[in-house]
């Protein structure tokens, strides 16, 4: 060994002695006070397999790429790759309360506490590294052990003599940990990118690789698979300071298919913050959060009262927000991505974290393009129009709703009452988007907006009026809105109302050069298998005069079979009284004159 390196080694091994005396008298007065740190300890954490994730903490902190755990029927040996361990990571897993990283928040472990998980299962946890190979007693004590073995890396063992679990109940809890550690584990960490087990039943890995997005710069796709499934991330982060530090929070949307194949962002099912690892703290998100957020010891819970904890979630809300543009820009900005967002207003009232986020997006939605449209484009809440049905974006284009509504865009047609419920509700109550219907544009139509329209335009109106029976029908409690409405458009290019409601023989009349020349009543059926169809008095009194002065021509019955309905269709009986005298149609009377 070089002189340099044999003073140092001695200096540290007289520090490392000095370090075995302070904890031995640590214990000494903690027993004569009768201070019971095994049921501190014990009672730490929930999950007495936990000690896992904090391995894994300790082994991301050292900048490991890899970590492998054997699991025996006696112990446990976990190794990793990451830097070596010092005097000081010695004091900090010894000791309570201390540790290395408390002042270096871009580590995990700030509390000292996490490694005095492993004592759920043993009594006794070895640690092999570098220059230490030590054993830790009565949770803080570490003495030096000789090690025959040769390792390169670390070499945690932790053989299972615990004094209240059996080594064979300690094995099927780490067994089942190790199969169930989980892909988001190592969603978020920035050094770990492979994870071994072995039991002695079983084994099984998971790899993670990420591929950074050349055009945006804190988005990245992340890939994690085990030995059975594999999952896919879009990583978004954003760079914040904390207490003069530059901290990371980050969100992560889950990639899937959809019905026919096509990429899309699927919903992550009972997300939970993340704070380097999952914690317990349920978000009611549809997608992953994570941050450098304060933790309790046991980092299963996450106190948002603490004012550094009210600043993350805040920059974290921001984050989320400003996620939407970077969605929009890769190509998954659609009506499913939007009814995975924080949309739900009860949630908002139960969960604070959900509530932050959902008033952040909310915000975002009025300032920037983000609600996909029927034309594959994007627009703000304020340009936006909700089309209650599809019809209504076939007929009417942008420059149509600007006239009648002052709207830009119709909304993504997807959006619907029946498809997509919760975020139509959104949509009409938070972000105050106006949805219309038929009625709604029948109600805006002028004859003015009429005489811009070609004849074809006309002629589609016409075929789709004839799904929309309320608008054109005459009923006891009320009249559609477009019988006194000018639509249709005569030879001349005039415009005049369909119907004239003022008890005559007809609907409407169609004149040509001031002439009457045809006369329609219209009636309709909503089902084809009706025969018959109701004609009043007056009807067919004026048809039966036509008839009489040789002008029965001029007179037709417009049937509408199956009105409202996609297969509607306009049977035309022209000249009625000549078909009746003919045998061609049936009359029934109804009424009569003494």
């Known amino acids: 060994m070089p002189h340099h390196k044999r003073l140092a080694y001695m200096a540290n091994n007289k520090e490392f002695e000095k370090l075995i005396e302070k904890r031995k008298d640590w214990v000494r007065a903690s027993k004569e006070n009768k201070f019971d740190f095994d049921s501190l300890l014990a009672g730490l954490y929930n999950d007495p397999s936990h000690f896992i994730y904090e391995i894994l903490q300790n082994a991301e902190d050292e900048g490991a790429k890899e970590v492998r755990f054997e699991l025996f029927e006696d112990r446990l040996d976990v190794y990793h790759n990451g830097k070596d361990f010092d005097l000081e990571d010695i004091d900090g897993v010894t000791g309570i309360g201390i540790s290395k990283k408390k002042d270096d928040l871009t580590s995990i472990g700030e509390f000292g506490v996490g490694f005095k998980s492993v004592f759920a299962v043993t009594e006794t946890p070895y640690i092999f590294s570098g220059e230490y190979n030590i054993k830790i ?37 780490v067994s ?57 991330y879009i990583v978004i982060g954003k760079t914040i300071k904390i207490e003069g530090k530059d901290l990371k929070v980050e969100v992560a949307y889950k990639l899937g298919k959809d019905k026919n194949g096509k990429e899309t962002i699927i919903p992550e099912v009972d997300s939970k913050l993340v704070v380097y690892f999952p914690t317990e703290k349920v978000t009611y998100l549809n997608f992953v959060i994570q941050g450098p957020y304060k933790t309790t010891p046991n980092r299963e819970n996450i106190p948002l009262e603490d004012k550094q904890n009210k600043a993350i979630l805040e920059e974290t809300a921001n984050l989320v927000a400003e996620s939407l543009s970077v969605i929009k820009d890769l190509g998954y900005l659609d009506t499913n991505f939007l009814s995975l967002l924080p949309i739900n207003s009860e949630y908002k009232g139960k969960e604070l974290i959900y509530s932050v986020i959902y008033d952040k997006v909310k915000e975002k939605f009025f300032t920037e393009e983000l609600l996909p449209t029927s034309d594959s484009k994007h627009t703000k809440a304020s340009d936006a129009l909700l089309a209650r049905g599809k019809e209504l974006t076939e007929i009417l284009d942008s420059n149509d709703i600007q006239k009648l509504f002052s709207k830009q865009y119709w909304l993504d047609t997807n959006i619907t009452y029946d498809k997509t419920r919760e975020l139509r509700d959104y949509l009409t109550n938070e972000l105050e988007v106006v949805e219309v219907d038929f009625e709604s544009f029948a109600r805006k139509v002028t004859v003015e907006f009429l005489q811009t329209k070609p004849d074809e335009w006309m002629i589609d109106f016409y075929s789709r009026l004839l799904k929309q029976q309320t608008l054109w029908s005459d009923r006891e409690y009320s009249k559609g809105i477009l019988r006194t409405k000018p639509i249709i458009r005569l030879e001349n290019g005039e415009h005049i109302a369909p119907f004239d409601d003022n008890g005559k023989g007809y609907d409407f009349v169609i004149r040509k050069n001031e002439t009457e020349i045809e006369y329609i009543e219209v009636k309709s059926k909503t089902r084809e298998d009706e025969e018959l169809i109701e004609v009043t008095g007056t009807q067919w009194e004026f048809a039966r005069k036509l008839y009489e002065q040789n002008e029965g021509e001029k007179y037709s019955f417009y049937v509408v079979l199956s009105t409202g309905k996609e297969n509607a269709q306009i049977h035309i009986l022209k000249n009625p009284v000549k078909l009746w005298k003919e045998g061609k149609i049936y009359a029934h009377p109804v009424n009569f004159k003494l």
Request: hydrophobic share 30%.
């Open 137 to 173: 007693e009565d949770f803080v004590i570490p003495s030096e052990v000789s090690n025959k073995e040769q390792i390169n890396g670390t070499l945690i063992r932790l053989p299972f003599n615990h004094k209240s679990r059996s080594p064979k109940e300690v094995v099927t809890l």
């Open 176 to 232: 089942k940990k190790l199969e169930n550690i989980g892909l988001k584990t190592m969603l978020f960490l920035k050094n770990i990118e492979e994870i071994k087990w072995q039991t002695p039943s079983t084994s099984g890995h998971y790899l993670k690789s990420s591929e950074s997005f050349q055009t945006i710069p804190d988005a990245k796709r992340v890939t994690i698979i085990s030995s059975s499934v594999s999952e896919e």
